[in-house]
C-alpha cells in the first residue's frame, strides 16, 4: 500500500519567475500541493483527476522522488520513501517503482528488446541475462509487440511506442507504477483503446498504480478511485461511479461531466427531500443532510429525456416533471442533445438518437429523484 501523509510542496519563488515569464501562469503564493494525504491500496488502480496546474504532477513526482516536499511523508508497503521529519529521502532507484510520463521516453539507438532490457542490465537492479531475456520476452507479449521485439524502436508507430514504455515500466514488476498523461500523444480513437488495454495490463499483473490525467472521461473508465484535485489541494475522492452520481462540492459538480446546475433551497418542511427552485420544487431520493439550506442543484442531461406532450400547451405538471419548449437541438450521432426552456431557465437534456422530439415542441421532462443531488452552494474552494 502507498501511503501519502499530508505533503507540503511550495515551489523556490525564484523558479516561479521563470515559469511565468514562459507564459506559464503560477500563484507563488500557493503551495502547489498544500497537504494532501492519500491512500492506494495493493492493486488499486487510483487516479489523480484535475485541471492543469493543480498539482498531479508535482504529487507523482514527490512519490517517484523526483521532487522534494518541504513536510509529509510518504510510505510504500510499510518503507518509508519520504519523511520531512526523519529527514529521509530515498533516491529514485531505490524506490524500485515503474514510471510512464507524457513524452515516454524511448531510447531510439536501441532495438524494442533492448529498451524493455535496458533498465534491468544496469544500475542497482541489475539482473542475470537468462532473467532478463525471459522477462522481456514475456513483458512484450503482454502488450501484444512480441513480433517487433528485434525491431529498432524509432520504426515502431506512436501505439506501439506507447506499449513499449509500458513494458519497460512493468518488466521489473515493480512496487507500484506511476504513470503521467502516458496516453495525451495519441489520437482519439487510439486513446481510448490504450486506456482499456492499459487497464486489462494493471489488472493481470495486479500492479498497484497511481495514474494522472486531467482527462474525466479516461479517469471514469479506467479507475478504481479517483482523487479529485483543485489548487494543491483535493477536491473528493471515491469510486468513478461516486463521484459521478454524489459530487460533494460545486467544484466536483462543475468539474465532472456538463451538469446543469440550478440555484435552489431545501424545504425544512419536507423531511428536507425538497428543493426548491425557479422552475419549481423537486423531490429528492433522499434527505438532504441537516445545515444545507442554499445549494446547488446538480441535474445531469443524461438523465433527463424531454418526450412530446400529446395535449400541447394544457395542464400542469406532476411531481418531478417540468413543462418546456425545445428551443434549440443537436445530432450528436450517439444522442439528440435539446435546451429546453423551462420558465427563465435553460435545460440541457439528452434522448436517444431516435427521439422524435424536434425545435418548437412543447415538452415534459421527468425528473428522476434518485438522479438529483445537491451541494453547498457556499462551499466553492479560492
Ligand atoms: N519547477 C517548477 N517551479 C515552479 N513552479 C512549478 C514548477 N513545476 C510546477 N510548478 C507549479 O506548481 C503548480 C502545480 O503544477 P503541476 O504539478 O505541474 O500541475 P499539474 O500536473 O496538475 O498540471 C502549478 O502552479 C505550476 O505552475
Ligand atoms: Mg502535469
Redesign the pocket.
Known amino acids: 500500500m502507498l501511503k501519502i501523509n499530508d505533503v507540503v510542496k511550495k515551489y523556490d519563488p525564484a523558479s516561479s519567475g521563470r515559469l511565468r515569464r514562459r507564459g506559464i501562469d503560477i500563484d507563488k503564493h500557493r503551495p502547489a500541493l498544500g497537504g494532501v494525504s492519500l491512500r492506494v491500496e495493493e492493486g488499486q488502480f487510483h487516479t489523480l483527476l484535475g485541471p492543469?496546474?493543480c498539482g498531479?504532477?508535482?504529487l507523482?513526482r514527490s512519490v517517484a522522488g523526483l521532487e522534494h516536499p518541504d513536510s509529509g511523508e510518504i510510505e510504500l508497503g510499510g518503507d518509508t520513501l519520504f519523511s520531512a521529519e526523519r529527514s529521509v529521502d530515498l533516491s529514485p532507484d531505490r524506490r524500485k517503482l515503474g514510471m510512464v510520463f507524457?513524452s515516454y521516453a524511448i531510447w531510439p539507438h536501441m532495438s524494442v528488446r533492448q529498451n524493455v532490457a535496458f533498465p534491468m542490465r544496469v544500475g542497482r537492479d541489475k539482473r542475470p541475462k537468462a532473467e532478463v531475456d525471459k522477462l522481456v520476452v514475456a513483458a512484450l507479449e503482454s502488450v501484444g509487440l512480441s513480433e517487433a521485439i528485434d525491431r529498432s524502436a524509432t520504426k515502431l508507430s506512436g501505439g506501439q511506442q506507447q506499449r513499449l514504455a509500458f513494458a519497460r515500466a512493468m518488466v521489473g514488476r515493480p512496487r507500484l507504477l506511476l504513470l503521467?498523461?502516458p496516453l495525451s500523444n495519441l489520437d482519439a480513437q487510439l486513446r481510448a483503446s490504450m486506456r482499456l488495454e492499459l487497464k486489462r495490463l494493471q489488472s493481470e499483473l495486479g500492479l498497484t498504480t497511481l495514474y494522472?490525467t486531467?482527462d474525466q472521461a479516461e479517469a471514469l473508465a479506467i479507475s478504481d478511485v479517483i482523487t479529485i484535485m483543485s489548487g494543491g489541494r483535493i477536491m473528493q475522492q471515491g469510486t468513478p461511479r461516486d463521484i459521478y452520481d454524489n459530487p460533494e462540492n460545486l467544484f466536483v459538480a462543475r468539474f465532472i461531466g456538463s451538469p446543469n446546475l440550478l440555484s435552489a433551497k431545501i424545504d425544512d418542511g419536507s423531511g428536507r427531500r425538497t428543493v426548491l427552485t425557479d422552475i419549481g420544487p423537486l423531490v429528492l431520493d433522499e434527505a438532504v443532510p441537516a445545515g444545507l439550506t442554499d445549494v446547488v442543484l446538480v441535474l445531469r442531461p443524461e438523465d433527463l429525456e424531454p418526450r412530446r406532450r400529446a395535449d400541447g400547451t394544457h395542464g400542469s405538471p406532476g411531481a418531478n416533471e417540468l413543462f418546456g419548449t425545445v428551443v434549440a437541438q443537436s445530432f450528436e450521432g450517439e444522442c439528440i442533445r435539446h435546451i429546453v426552456a423551462v420558465g427563465d431557465e435553460r435545460i440541457e437534456c439528452r434522448s436517444a438518437r431516435h427521439s422524435d422530439v424536434r425545435p418548437g415542441d412543447e415538452v415534459s421532462v421527468p425528473v428522476p429523484g434518485r438522479a438529483l443531488s445537491v451541494v453547498d452552494a457556499h462551499d466553492e474552494p479560492h
Open positions: 492543469s496546474g498531479k504532477t508535482t507523482l507524457q503521467d498523461e494522472v486531467h
